[in-house]
């Protein structure tokens, strides 16, 4: 299959990711003695990317043609077009377990030439060309590695194939991602010192003689969906709960599947409750995420000191309420704390119900051939500096996401207008797309997250993915997005 332009930009992020990831992780975190117990649920697969977006389970990221930000980013390096968002819980419009409502002819063809689910030979020529070379997890979160760069796609690339294959092969190659992603934390008791004042449980993503190395923001919400999305896919599937994983436990995480989802789960929680809600969360402003107002936050160089208090930008946002929903979701999965899940939830509906007031304004709400459409800011009330392409992928997922999960009531009619904008205002005749959401500028090709919305509006998949067959010379990480889009929408 010939590539478009996004999936060359993909493999050059790729490329440039690898060498940042070559540095000697540290050594592993102290954590806790696992724990035991809890029921689960079946795992549901992960969307799919014409744009070589990670597809898969909570909160894996792809990486593709960075879109510079349009205001400062709070110390967040350029962020890759987001990847697949997490597709295996029903919204409200889907009976439990069931598939968007999309029409199979529609995006699949007809006829003789119908194509349905990905065959047992499709997935045998990538099973084997995965195994043949099976992935290996390298360096620290410098540069976002972790969060959506090198380790997050390929971890999210494995989400995708236990999806598509069940193969317990893959559930221990996530386990494998999670295990060094977690080893590579910041160590209580000798890491970096964060701006904080404290050696927090977070992943720095600047070099360690960086002016600003002792920044850890929003984007470990992505690190902690990277680990507990593994443990969630564990607890979804109980069958597996007492048998030994598969590969070595050299840190002492758990030697059952259950044992080592429940560490993962722990210390995800950690990062998030004492790092990012603490620090990002305001009780006073209804929950809402915010820059963080801190004397060490404001010591940084750079744009730090005038950035705090803030609101977050969307596409950070997405990051912390990610971090939120993934670990709720393995909560409910097991049938524990309540209140947890209801704190997670209260704020990430915060975040939800902050985006789609912002779409509702009247600046924001408006009509392009007869339809309603959006456009919004990098950040809450910023309509200065519109919302660009590569962020608004994560914007989008975050409300897709939103919705899908059924419990920020948001409805089905919010997210109508958000696929027209795609169809009406971002795609192009010429085959090019906006690079605003306003319809202004110019890119050669977007994220593969819009696909999500062909629930809502026909016409997404076919205009980003119109080839869904798999050849010998498509990519590994190609055919994983175009067999788990084939799986999602070809029954």
């Known amino acids: 299959m010939k590539l478009t332009a996004m999936f060359q930009c993909a493999v050059l992020v790729t490329a440039m990711a690898v060498g940042m990831a070559c540095s000697p992780p540290r050594t592993a975190a102290p954590v806790s003695p696992p724990d035991t117990g809890g029921s689960g649920r079946e795992s549901g697969a992960g969307g799919a990317g014409a744009t070589a977006g990670s597809p898969g389970t909570g909160g894996g990221r792809g990486g593709a043609d960075a879109g510079g930000p349009a205001a400062s980013d709070a110390g967040l390096p350029t962020e890759p077009d987001a990847g697949l968002a997490d597709t295996s819980v029903p919204g409200p419009d889907a009976g439990s377990g069931k598939t968007p409502d999309v029409a199979p002819a529609a995006v699949c063809g007809s006829g003789a030439n119908r194509l349905g689910p990905p065959t047992a030979a499709e997935l045998k020529a990538i099973d084997d060309r995965i195994k043949a070379a099976p992935y290996t997890p390298a360096g620290t979160n410098q540069g976002n590695n972790f969060a959506y760069g090198t380790a997050a796609k390929l971890a999210g690339q494995m989400r995708a194939m236990f999806a598509l294959t069940g193969d317990v092969f893959y559930l221990d190659q996530m386990v494998k991602f999670a295990d060094h992603m977690l080893a590579a934390r910041n160590d209580p008791q000798t890491g970096r010192m964060i701006w904080t004042g404290r050696r927090e449980p977070c992943w720095p993503n600047k070099a360690e003689t960086a002016g600003d190395a002792a920044y ?53 929680r950690r990062t998030v409750d004492e790092f990012l809600v603490p620090n990002y969360v305001q009780p006073s402003d209804g929950n809402r995420i915010h820059i963080p107002t801190n004397p060490g936050f404001a010591a940084l160089p750079g744009n730090y000191a005038k950035d705090q208090g803030h609101a977050l930008p969307w596409n950070q946002q997405d990051m912390v309420v990610n971090a939120l929903t993934v670990v709720s979701d393995s909560l409910l999965a097991l049938g524990e704390e309540p209140d947890v899940v209801s704190r997670n939830d209260q704020i990430a509906k915060a975040a939800l119900d902050w985006f789609v007031s912002e779409l509702q304004r009247p600046e924001a709400s408006y009509q392009v051939n007869g339809v309603p459409v959006y456009k919004w800011g990098y950040a809450p009330g910023n309509f200065k500096n519109i919302e660009n392409l590569a962020h608004a992928s994560a914007d989008i997922n975050m409300l897709y996401n939103g919705y899908r999960r059924g419990r920020a009531g948001i409805q089905r009619s919010v997210l109508v207008p958000m696929a ?26 977007v994220s593969g997250s819009w696909m999500n919305y062909e629930e809502f509006r026909a016409g997404i998949v076919a205009r980003l993915s119109p080839k869904l067959t798999v050849e010998t010379s498509t990519s590994v990480e190609e055919a994983i997005s175009i ?5 999602r929408l070809c029954p």
């Open 216 to 268: 850890c923001g929003a984007e470990n919400g992505l690190v902690v969906g990277q680990i507990v999305g593994t443990a969630k896919v564990i607890f979804q599937n109980p069958a597996l709960w007492k048998r030994t994983v598969g590969i070595p436990d050299p840190n002492h995480y758990g030697a059952t599947y259950l044992d080592r989802a429940r560490t993962y789960l722990r210390e995800g």
């Open 420 to 445: 027209n904008t795609f169809l009406d205002v971002i795609a192009k005749p010429d085959g090019t797309y906006a690079s605003e959401v306003d319809g202004s500028g110019t890119r050669a090709s």
């Open 483 to 487: 067999l788990s889009l084939r799986k």
